[in-house]
């Protein structure tokens, strides 16, 4: 099993759609969580960290179930400058609590 | 905000040429760098971590000799991929965690090296 899952895509979506991407990771004691755009052929870029109270930036929200080891992010109001593929991305605990573990990616396309 | 400079952006070398890659962290110390490795429509993939003043931290499966890290400075790690094969070809991609911030803080991601190997 994989240590961050998420369904591979892609979302093809008109522009305006509300859509949800899901992860779900395999260790529970993991201490940190982000998702991360990456652009074809670019660096991955941070979008933003996923606290257990949720958290929402803009048309972005993104929410963490610790108990079911489950992220979530949720793009409202898609615009096309949202295609992309989504990282869904957790830190290890204790000694490997520097190693980032990413998952393979969540692809979207958002269209006119 | 801080920034990861990566050199070169793309290299196209023949096959049994070593090639360099830097990490540089521009306006932040970085006792800790990491390096990975991205393959076509796959998740980046943890290959090192640079430690400054040490050895690096190899994950299983990379081979330390064909791999060669070095972090000299708090602000500079390199990556030699030595007698490069086609099958090294690949996305390099360095980042690099502010020693100042907490731990629990991103990681500060370069841009990335593209490395075709003919």
């Known amino acids: 099993r994989k240590e961050v899952e998420q369904d591979p895509g892609p979302f093809n979506v008109p522009e305006g759609a509300t859509v949800a991407f899901n992860c779900t990771y395999s260790?529970?004691?993991?201490?940190?969580f982000f998702w991360y755009r990456q652009d074809c052929r670019k660096e991955p870029k941070l979008l933003m960290s996923v606290y257990s109270s949720g958290n929402e930036d803009g048309r972005f929200t993104a929410q963490l179930n610790r108990a079911s080891q489950y992220i979530s992010l949720l793009i409202r109001d898609s615009k096309l400058s949202d295609s992309a593929t989504y990282l869904c991305v957790v830190r290890g605990p204790g000694m490997e609590g520097n190693k980032l573990v990413f998952g393979a990616g969540t692809i979207l396309r958002v269209k006119s | 905000g801080a920034v990861v400079s990566q050199h070169p952006s793309w290299v196209i070398c023949k096959s049994g040429t070593s090639v360099k890659i830097e990490c540089r962290s521009l306006d932040f110390q970085a006792t800790t760098m990491f390096w990975y490795r991205q393959f076509p429509k796959q998740s980046l993939m943890l290959m090192a971590t640079s430690n400054e003043g040490s050895k690096a931290t190899y994950e299983q499966g990379v081979e330390k000799d064909k791999f060669l890290i070095n972090h000299a400075s708090l602000t500079l790690s390199t990556l030699t991929v030595t007698s490069a094969h086609p099958e090294d070809s690949s996305f390099y991609i360095c980042?690099?965690?502010?020693?100042?911030?907490?731990?629990?803080?991103?990681?500060?991601f370069g841009d990335g090296t593209r490395l075709s190997i003919l």
């Open positions: 260790n529970s004691a993991s201490q940190s």
């Open positions: 980042s690099a965690r502010d020693s100042a911030e907490l731990s629990n803080q991103p990681q500060h």
